[in-house]
């Protein structure tokens, strides 16, 4: 039986795939090649600013710098939340030349404050469905990948204990779910954040925070963050923990397969999930515009696209690209992910996580 010994997975907010608009925008183009061997030839380097679990094979990152010239520094700076706070604190001097990993929760904030170069854009592949990911009707983020928070259970603990695994957010609050679930705290944890996004989107406004208060009432353990949840705490995370039912991602599953590939230990609960998406764009001020444009050609290619779902846990946006056996086979995304605008979670984060505070008695 393998564990999730791949930690790429340790972050993620979320994505309300209806909250992207309807825009028929085709991403303008600036001359642009979408090949891993492509013919730009930006020269110098490029410093890319991405979350911390940004992981594209060294054979990659090498082919890309022999065929465009550039030299590729990578900083790793936090979570999403983490990542955009940086920006924002740095946009006078910035400190790269690209970013990865704004998601869609900090997209916004990102175009207002300004961090974004929105005067240059690439070129996407043919087989990426632009009107998903638009935001705030600029070209100007441009998306790489996306994937899904959703609760996980531990299907062996379940089989043992003759018990049924929860299908529903309410599940976790019914007498024999008590003291079950480990959950994570959103004021630290974007993975957190976004399943408590996913829990006002499925209650509503005036509803939400009594599930809350009901789910840490009936003994819910709430970690600082997805690795302590996960390996720690939740019993299917191959480290012995107490917990059979913990928030992760839908992809999780197929990092739990068992030797012969016809199983895994763990479930993905697809009526909790909601969705995420992860961007790359050029800083304002950017030392290397050009280089940083040249990046992001790079991550649409099919190649970098299919290096995604082994080793960071997300979907390709390219369609062009084919996703492994255990993705495709234990990794299947919600049919109708908990959608909540990006405009309402701008305009209400801070207010939620403060009554989220309140509720849990955190």
Not at 3 to 11: D, M
Not at 202 to 224: M, N, P, R, T
Not at 290 to 307: H, P, R, T
């Amino acid at each position: 039986m393998n564990t999730l010994t791949n930690r790429q997975i340790s972050r993620r907010t979320l994505f309300s795939g209806a909250a992207f608009g309807t825009l028929g925008l085709t991403l303008a183009a600036c001359g642009s090649s979408n090949s891993a061997d492509g013919g730009t030839q930006a020269g110098g380097t490029v410093t890319v600013l991405t979350h911390d679990s940004f992981n594209v094979p060294e054979e990659l990152i090498a082919a890309f710098q022999s065929s465009t010239g550039l030299t590729l520094e990578l900083v790793a700076a936090g979570d999403a939340g983490e990542l955009v706070n940086k920006l924002v604190l740095t946009k006078d001097a910035p400190l790269g030349d690209a970013v990865f990993g704004i998601d869609n929760t900090f997209a916004s904030r990102a175009l207002n404050e300004g961090v974004i170069d929105t005067a240059i854009t690439v070129t996407l592949p043919s087989g990426v469905e632009v009107e998903q990911y638009v935001v705030a009707d600029t070209p100007a983020l441009v998306p790489i990948d996306f994937g899904e928070v959703c609760l996980n259970t531990d299907v062996t603990w379940f089989t043992e204990h003759g018990l049924a695994e929860p299908t529903t957010f309410e599940d976790l609050t019914k007498p024999e779910y008590k003291g079950l679930s480990v959950l994570i705290n959103p004021s630290t944890s974007s993975t957190g954040l976004a399943f408590l996004i996913a829990t006002i989107g499925h209650f509503g406004e005036g509803a939400w925070q009594q599930y809350w208060k009901d789910l840490v009432a009936g003994g819910a353990k709430i970690d600082e963050g997805w690795s302590d949840a996960y390996y720690t705490d939740f019993s299917g995370g191959g480290e012995g923990g107490a917990y059979p039912i913990v928030v992760s991602y839908a992809s999780s599953p197929a990092a739990t397969v068992s030797e012969d590939g016809t199983s895994s230990s763990t479930a993905a609960v697809p009526a909790t999930a909601t969705r995420q998406v992860e961007y790359a764009a050029v800083l304002a001020g950017a030392a290397n515009p050009e280089g940083g444009k040249a990046f992001i050609e790079w991550m649409l290619s099919v190649e970098v696209q299919e290096s995604i779902p082994d080793n960071m846990y997300m979907y390709p946006v390219n369609t062009e690209a084919e996703l492994s056996e255990e993705i495709s086979t234990f990794g299947t995304l919600s049919r109708n992910p908990v959608a909540v605008d990006p405009a309402d979670i701008d305009a209400n984060r801070e207010a939620w996580l403060a009554a989220w505070t309140e509720a849990v008695g955190a």
